[in-house]
């Protein structure tokens, strides 16, 4: 059973840093992008990053050059770092894991950790 446990949110002034981190289990980390999302209050859930099998990143253009996402496949886990961090960023950040196999995507999501960025 494919689990993601987000943890590393909290409470942060604006222009502050914090690390999110994301440990999966239950399936073969490696073959799987990994992907950080966030929802916002009264906002639809949207992409901040991702990382393939082969370490390419992607980012949304709000977060490019503040954030930074890695893998560690050896643990298992990846990571959000987020730099000069901005009220807007306040939302939950979900951890997400897919990959295509035979024409169908697995697709698994974690339960979420609350960034809140106030002063």
């Known amino acids: 059973q494919a689990q993601l446990v987000e943890s590393g949110g909290g409470l942060v002034q604006p222009g502050g840093s914090l690390r999110l981190s994301c440990a999966a289990s239950?399936?073969?980390?490696?073959?799987?992008?990994m992907g950080w999302y966030r929802q916002a209050p009264g906002k639809q859930r949207e992409l901040v990053a991702t990382?393939?099998?082969?370490?390419?990143?992607n980012y949304a253009d709000s977060v490019k050059g503040r954030f930074t996402i890695s893998r560690d496949n050896a643990k298992n886990t990846v990571y959000l770092q987020m730099n000069s961090l901005k009220p807007e960023d306040t939302a939950v950040y979900y951890c997400?894991?897919?990959?295509?196999?035979?024409?169908?995507?697995?697709?698994?999501w974690g339960q979420g950790t609350q960034v809140t960025v106030s002063s």
């Open positions: 239950g399936m073969t980390f490696s073959f799987y992008t």
């Open positions: 990382i393939t099998s082969g370490g390419s990143t």
């Open positions: 997400n894991a897919k990959r295509l196999r035979f024409g169908v995507n697995d697709n698994y």
